[in-house]
C-alpha cells in the first residue's frame, strides 16, 4: 500500500472512531448510573424527568424501587407508547391549570420562611427554577405544604444540603441552601413543620433557595402561594 492510501485509511479509521465515540457519549448522556442513597425521585428531579415516566421508561415496580449500579433510561424507549396521562401537561401548563390541580393538595402551600424574594422564579432557567428567599443564618425553614421527605442530602451541586418533599402524584417541592436538616428521608411532615435552618449561596448570603414542580416541570411558587 502507498504512503499517500495509507494516509486515507487511517484518517477515515479517525473520523469513523470519532464519529463512534461521539455516539456513544451522546447514548451515555441519556442514561444514568444509579449510586448508593439515590432515589428514583431524585435522579428524576435531577434531569427534570417526571418521576413516573422514569419508572415506565425503566419498566420498574414496587413504586420505582432501584439499587445501586443499576443503569436507567433517561427517555422513552424506541416505540414506547405513552398512557395518555401526559400529553396535557407536556404543553405548558397555564395558571389556570396549576390552580385548577392544587385542589389535589388541601393543605395549600405557605412560604417556608420570612424575608423578601431577592430572586423571582425564572422560566428560562436551566439549573434555577425557583425563587430565593433572604433571611438570617439559623432561620427556621418550614414544610411548605404536608407530604413526605424523599431526600435530604448535599449530592446536588449548587444546592448545599437540599430537601426535596412529595406532596402529591403531581407536586414536588425543594428547599435549598440549608445550614442544618431536621428531617430524615421517608419522614412524614405537616405543613408548618420545621424541616431545617438557614443557610449560605455560594456567595455566602444566608438566603432559602425554593422550588415547586408539577408533574417534573418547575412552576412558579408564587400561583401556587397565592392561591392557598
Known amino acids: 500500500m502507498s504512503m499517500k492510501n495509507l494516509l486515507k485509511v487511517t484518517v477515515l479509521a479517525l473520523i469513523i472512531s470519532g464519529c463512534a465515540s461521539n455516539q456513544i457519549d451522546r447514548d451515555q448522556s441519556k442514561k444514568h448510573f444509579v449510586r448508593y442513597g439515590e432515589t428514583i425521585i431524585f435522579i428524576a428531579w ?21 439499587y445501586p449500579g443499576q443503569i436507567l433510561d433517561l427517555e422513552p424507549p424506541q416505540n414506547f407508547t405513552r398512557v395518555n396521562r401526559k400529553k396535557e401537561s407536556e404543553k405548558k401548563p397555564t ?26 422564579y425564572n422560566s428560562n432557567s ?25 431526600y435530604a442530602g448535599n449530592d446536588l451541586p449548587g444546592f448545599g444540603q ?16 440549608n445550614q442544618d436538616v431536621y428531617v430524615n428521608e421517608g419522614q412524614n411532615v405537616k405543613k408548618g413543620q420545621k424541616i431545617a ?3 449560605l ?3 455566602q448570603v444566608p ?22
Open 46 to 66: 435531577r434531569y427534570g424527568i417526571d418521576h413516573q415516566d422514569l419508572i415506565s421508561w425503566n419498566n420498574l415496580t414496587n413504586e420505582g424501587l432501584i
Open 95 to 120: 395558571v389556570k391549570k396549576i390552580k385548577d390541580s392544587i385542589q389535589s393538595n388541601r393543605d395549600g402551600w405557605d412560604l417556608p420562611t420570612d424575608g423578601k424574594i431577592i430572586s423571582k
Open 126 to 150: 436551566a439549573t434555577m427554577s425557583g425563587i430565593v428567599v433572604d433571611g438570617v443564618i439559623g432561620q427556621d425553614i418550614l414544610a411548605s405544604s404536608s407530604g413526605e421527605v424523599v
Open 162 to 177: 437540599l430537601i426535596i418533599i412529595k406532596h402529591s402524584e403531581t407536586f414536588l417541592s425543594a428547599y435549598g441552601y
Open 197 to 199: 435552618s438557614m443557610g
Open 201 to 203: 449561596n455560594s456567595n
Open 207 to 228: 438566603c432559602l433557595y425554593f422550588e415547586i414542580r408539577r408533574s417534573g416541570k418547575p412552576i412558579d411558587p408564587l400561583i401556587l402561594l397565592s392561591s392557598s
